[in-house]
């Protein structure tokens, strides 16, 4: 046993030891607005969207006319300032620097607020410079920062045009592609090509400020500090244009702060049903001034709110699941945010649309705000109906005519009606049961939360389709597809069974608040027969099958996790237990495997399961291999929730809002968890 006291202070070590992320979150919005680090250093490599392609941000410091960068690797024989620190919390990323006698903070603030959705909903991140004298003496510093605009086009050989404002005495630049072909586009490896990329200095003192070209921009910089006098995407030697919005900053006397605040209007965000939805910032006729007026307003209390939402929150996710926990969470956060886009029906109704990242682009995907749905469960309930509505309106059509739920709305942001599997046409590759678990499982969950099945009586036929299919069909499922569809249809699926049960529980409660209690007492003891059947199937010796008809064969069962949180009491607590204890012996090197038959698994669903336990001795068990995969994995993307448990590379899927599901451990707590969704502040429509 000496080996435990090396071991304690490893692991001690390692809590204390901030996280690396694959990809840093700089500018996280939505889908199409979104901007990330793909290297430890943040002058590693030049920045990117999530999908890879370039969205180019870049800035250099000049400290007493010597050139530094400090965004992106271009130029490359420039010096880099050295950077000391990145920290990514809920809301802000943090970068430190040090060198030439400065010390510079760096902070991409995006304020959001998931308990505000008006906040949350603001396509504005500011990007503040905080710069001291590190050696006491006196210097001359001034900034370079620019925003290409291929944040405004598809791809780069797009056209496009700019202009520039006087925002009460602050400089404005804006760019976006010269056609603007609104909500003309759908798919998964998309870029957005309508709406407006703004950049807008705090103050006019000390700004200059330029739509060019990048070299001349630069080049202009190098010789003087400045830019050029007049605006022009050409360049006289020929070559291709690289068009710029570039801003310098002279920070003048240290200590010195200034922010450059970068926004993006979309104009139209989503289609639903043939209907062009403005986002939920603009519900009622405000304009882009309007936002850059609000968000110089709001800029002091913002650092603040900011500041104290992200130090309660990660004090909360330690306190629940450790440093680690705290850590992957934080990084979570704004990435599942940032999957989704806010907007306004026509009668002001909330709806909130997801894309499925990195897989087929499908919006409003039920099997990927299941897993997403803890966030919201936790921290805004309303963001979590703004996602079931669609759902459960479109079921409600007599297009839709299957006795199951559906699996999406269509390919973002074109939410006009299901493409995946057989569409509305057949049942040839739906997820039946896994869908229409989902639906009643997040039904019962809501209610929960807000106290009372309102909403869900509102959909009562429908919820009512959903529960008899599951009691005909979910015990012993047919050869169907689930959540993991990568890994092909299973018949007979133990974990998909959970599901089904645990959704005639969520149905029999539900039934039971609505004051339904025939139906509530023919629900429950359905469900509690299936339960005791459930048993017997899958009993395998020292763990329970991932097929009932495959012996020898095990899965994680993450979907129990519900029985646990809603209390239905259903499966007895040493399922879970001897779940736990035989997955110990499956771990590999970065978590453990989503079953017996691959070595990747799910990330999300490990969180799932490591909340099963009742120690947090257990859970971190779980946790930390998946802390060690996020700092070491050689694939540089934003989180994946897919990836291969021994060498840390990604099987597939980035950035996608699935890791929202990470928060579920605080639902284990009841008053960590009524706390939260308490903050969430009251929607009005108007």
Known sequence: MRFLAPLAAFCALAAAQPLRPPAVPLVAHDPYFSIWSTSDQLTGENTRHWTGKPHSLAALVRVDGTQYRVIGKDPAAMPALGQTRVEVLPTRTIYGFEGAGIRLTLTF????????????????TYVVWDVQSADGGPHEVKLYFEAAADLAVNTSDQP???SRLNLDGRPVLRVGSREQPVLQKSGDDLRIDWGYLYLMADRVNGVSEAAVDRRLARAAFEKNGGLPQSDDFSEASGRRARPVLAMTVDFGKLPATRYLALAYDDLFSIEYFHRKLRPWWRRNGAEMPDL???????????VTRTRQFDEELMADLRRTGGDHYAQVAALAYRQALAAHKLVADIDGTPLYFSKENYSNGCIDTVDVFYPSAPLFLLMNPTLLRAQMQPILDYASMERWRFPFAPHDLGTYPLANGQVYGGGERTEENQMPVEESGNMLILAAALAHVEGGPEFSVRYWPVLSKWAAYLKEKGLDPENQLSTDDFAGHLAHNSNLSIKAIVALASYARLAEMAGKRDVAAEYRATAEQFTKRWVELAKDGDHYKLAFDKPGTWSQKYNLVWDKLLGFKLFPPEIAKTELAFYKTKQLKYGLPLDNRKEYTKLDWIVWTATLADTQADFAAFITPVHRFLNESPSRVPMTDWYWTHDGKQ??????????????KPLADGAMWKKWAAKAQPVGKR
Not at 116 to 124: I, K, V
Not at 292 to 301: E, G, I, N, S, W
Request: no cysteine; glycine share 6%.
């Open 651 to 664: 099987a597939g899927f980035q950035a996608r809002s699935v890791v929202g599901g990470v928060f579920i």
């Open 160 to 162: 496009v045009v700019w």
């Open 292 to 302: 850059l007026r609000a968000a110089v307003a709001d800029y002091p209390q913002l």
């Open 109 to 124: 603030l995006t304020p959001a607020l998931v308990n505000d959705l008006d906040m949350l909903s603001r396509p504005l």
